[in-house]
């Protein structure tokens, strides 16, 4: 009986964590052997990421994995996208590594397309506007720390920056790329004459490869620290949604999917970048997945809002559990009133209860009185949002969608999943909720040759982890509803 351990680092905004699967039999079992905080530090004016702080906490659940496993295959390292690192000429790290909610991209985003075109930068980049993007930070570091960003020997993602810690390999991940907005789908390049327009140095931007490449193994030093002898490092696909996504059960076409935590990742898979002026006016993204695939979608800002109304709670000396909130959201009244989950007010932190409640003033709807139905309004907006993009997937795809996959660790929220189901009129199936994890350690087994291709990932997938499966009810309520909230919304990005 054949046995292949492999190790999954899945960095997400919240937390870490190490989670071991074993694949045996064509069948894949997991088990997490290492959790930890990833808690953002404010420093005067300016937010980072505690990157080293990360990379102890990495390398301690490679420790714990290979202290369970008789063998371990591989690792690989997934995380969030947007954010990167600086390395030096001689390998060392320069300066901090910001957060995608640091400020200093405010404003930028108008600016930047101005100056390059707003159709040109999506027609050779494919990605939504949204103001952290890769593009707008590079902008800002231009502007702010000139001479750091002219110091700099190679620009590495945050993936890929761990990767590049455990290995000393400076390479990108194709995922990850393609959220830059620095680089092109079609030429499978970074695309020059936007870092010549803005004066930035394309030279510091690493070679791109495809997901489930093996680009090395530890380091001496680390697997002397660690104590282990120097397991291979594959890069699955880098950016956790391109993970999640590769874990997805699905069969057929006619399936969406909604990889939910943090941030709501609504979107089809697509064998190629749609880049016409329908996805570009409903500023739809593209971005690289596995085995040559896109995945077209739109992030909604998704259990952020909810997160933070937890916060403020807690603040006030009365903490509330995920499935607390949930059980008073059930009991509070349906339906009343709603928010646009991607108004820019909710992005920054903050006393979330009290910005939904001036929201909800401000558009002249019922405001809430209790905790239950302050969650009850974030659940409900956020499966009215899902249907709203999901039929704008569809008129850019020209696609119908029947079922939705629910992924992530969203996707325990077993009310927001029913919600859905009612929201979209589509059959909703869960789970699996680890799949960023899942969908990281099979795209390693892919890269190892242990499996043929993503196909039978998939597969091992369905074998191994079930679904739950949630139907539409209440049609006419949602519907209604639904006509209500659409009211709420702006136009369309880059329509009139």
Request: glycine letters at 10%; proline letters at 6%; aromatic letters at 8%.
């Amino acid at each position: 009986m054949a046995v292949t351990n492999l190790l999954a680092i899945d960095l997400g905004a919240e937390s870490g964590r190490a989670v071991l699967g074993t694949l045996t039999d064509g069948r894949l079992t997991c088990e997490e052997v290492h959790r930890f905080t990833n808690t953002p530090v404010p420093v005067h004016d300016a937010l980072y990421w505690n990157v080293l702080h990360l990379h102890q906490e990495i390398k301690a659940g490679i420790g714990k994995a290979v202290a369970q496993a008789e063998e371990l295959a591989a690792v690989g390292i997934d995380s969030w996208a947007v954010d990167f690192g600086l390395i030096g000429p001689s390998g060392e790290l320069l300066g901090g590594v910001h957060h995608y909610r640091d400020r200093r991209t405010d404003g930028l985003m108008e600016r930047v397309s101005a100056h390059l075109g707003r159709e040109e930068i999506y027609r050779n980049t494919g990605v939504q506007f949204l103001p952290f993007n890769t593009l707008y930070q590079l902008a800002a570091l231009k502007s702010s720390e000139p001479a750091l960003l002219a110091a700099a020997h190679r620009l590495l993602m945050v993936g890929e920056l761990f990767t590049y810690f455990l290995t000393g390999e400076a390479v990108g991940e194709f995922t990850n790329a393609t959220t830059t907005q620095v680089y092109h789908p079609g030429t499978g390049a970074w695309h020059e004459p936007f870092f010549d327009a803005l004066g930035l140095p394309i030279e510091i931007m690493p070679p791109v490869v495809q997901p489930g490449t093996q680009v090395g193994t530890l380091l001496p030093s680390v697997a002397d620290e660690v104590g282990v002898r120097p397991i291979s490092v594959v890069l699955p696909a880098v950016h956790d949604t391109g993970s999640a996504v590769a874990a997805v059960p699905a069969e057929g076409e006619d399936w969406a999917f909604i990889s939910s935590g943090t941030w709501s990742l609504v979107g089809v898979e697509v064998p190629q970048a749609i880049l016409t002026d329908e996805s570009l006016g409903l500023n739809i993204s593209n971005e690289g997945g596995v085995a040559g695939t896109f995945r077209h979608l739109k992030n909604v800002m998704g259990l952020w809002i909810l997160q933070e109304c937890r916060r403020a709670w807690e603040r006030e000396g009365d903490p509330l559990d995920y499935a607390e909130l949930t059980r008073l959201a059930k009991g509070a009244p349906p339906l009343r009133a709603h928010v646009d989950p991607d108004d820019p007010r909710f992005f920054q932190p903050g006393d979330m209860p009290e910005t939904i409640r001036s929201y909800l003033r401000e558009t002249g709807q019922p405001v809430p009185a209790t905790r239950g139905e302050v969650a009850r309004v974030v659940l409900e907006s956020l499966a009215l949002k899902y249907r709203y993009v999901l039929e704008q997937l569809q008129r850019s795809t020209k696609r119908r969608v029947n079922v939705v996959h629910i992924v992530g660790g969203g996707a325990r929220n077993a009310l927001l999943n029913q919600m859905t189901a009612d929201a979209t009129g589509c059959e909703v199936l869960v789970g699996p909720y680890e799949a960023t994890a899942i969908g990281n350690l099979t795209v390693q087994a892919v890269g190892m040759g242990v499996l043929p291709d993503q196909q039978a990932a998939r597969a091992v997938v369905r074998r191994s982890f079930g679904v739950e499966a949630h139907r539409p009810a209440d049609q006419a309520a949602w519907d209604d509803a639904y006509a209500r909230f659409q009211r709420l919304l702006p136009p369309d990005l880059f329509q009139g």
